[in-house]
């Protein structure tokens, strides 16, 4: 049994200094957070109010997404984590940030891989079949799906293999092939084919279901991910007669959550995938008022405020590049009273920030959220109040 090691009020991998993963390593639980806090006071409190940071209710095990490679050593394949910055595989029994059925599961392959003889691939020489496994889990079903990823549009011996997975790892609802020849792509992939199962998961988050595709971009720390979701909706001070926007929509969690407490949502995303897992959530949720668009937020927005939509309150999720200004340009033309804002860097929602204020917002506070512990992530909710009438 693998041992982890305690420093200060901080429980550890033992392979964190190799990995880097995990910056943090080197700090307690209390000592992360007001670091990660301070990240978020530097860049917001000029701009507003900052609130605590909100610690996550789980600080090891809280991944429902799990990533790993394998490695030969000897003659054993092996699993392990992938070292981005010298393009080479870290041979780990576990990850402390995965859950115990996550590692079990990466063992379990690792040695199926040997039996069947899927060799790992190598990024110096390009040879080998296998690319990496990715594993995701429904903390609120308790259903997980396997995605194993190669090089190869055939998997060999695929229902031999798919028999022995079952049999080697039987809390796998579902496991997926996918095929990926692209060098510098790690952990995506083309969906081949199904191994088995429905080729998706289903979780239930906020109260609501969400269909879980490989592809699908989803919060990968669950009950932090309610707690954040549940601020930034008190945020929207929605009361049942609002005409809401969710932009940058992804699945559609936050606008699916905010259907509930809206009179109707107008949701986009640019990727195409995420709009189709969007609408089968809204349908698997019963959901009638929420309406799903396919395009670039900016143009979308944009062209909301030609028509003269009236959008009372906006929710905005983007990546860590944050907002184009013209996105923002086009936000304040439509005026909604409340604009929240979920962000993963608070360098670039700073900026932002500054940006709506010429626009006639004003920032009020701001939620941070410990959203990836022994990491130097940090996510903050902001809230946005209209003070300047078109």
Known sequence: MLLLYIMKDTIFCPYAKKCSSCQLNNLSDGEQLRYKENICRKHLSKLCKVEPITPSPKTTGYRNKAQFVYKTEGKRIVSGIYRSASRSVMAAERCALCSDRANETAAALAKLFQSFKLRPYDAHTGRGRLRSVVLREAEGTGEMMAVIIGTDPVFPAKRTFSTALQKACPWLTTAVYAVNRDRSKLFNGKTAGVLFGEGHITDVLCGERFLISPSSFYQINHAQTEQLYGKAIELGELGGTETVLDAYCGVGTIGIVASRHAKEVLAVELNPQAI?????????????????????????????????????????????????ASFLNALARLSPKRIVYVSCNPETQARDIRILGRLGYRAEVAYPFDMFPHTNHVETVCLMSRVKEK
């Open 276 to 324: 189709r897992d969007a609408r089968r959530n809204a349908k698997l949720n019963g959901i009638e008022n929420i309406r799903f668009t396919a395009a670039d937020s900016r143009d979308y927005v944009k062209a909301l405020a030609e028509e003269g939509a009236a959008i009372d309150a906006a929710f905005i999720d983007p990546p860590r590049a944050g907002c184009t």
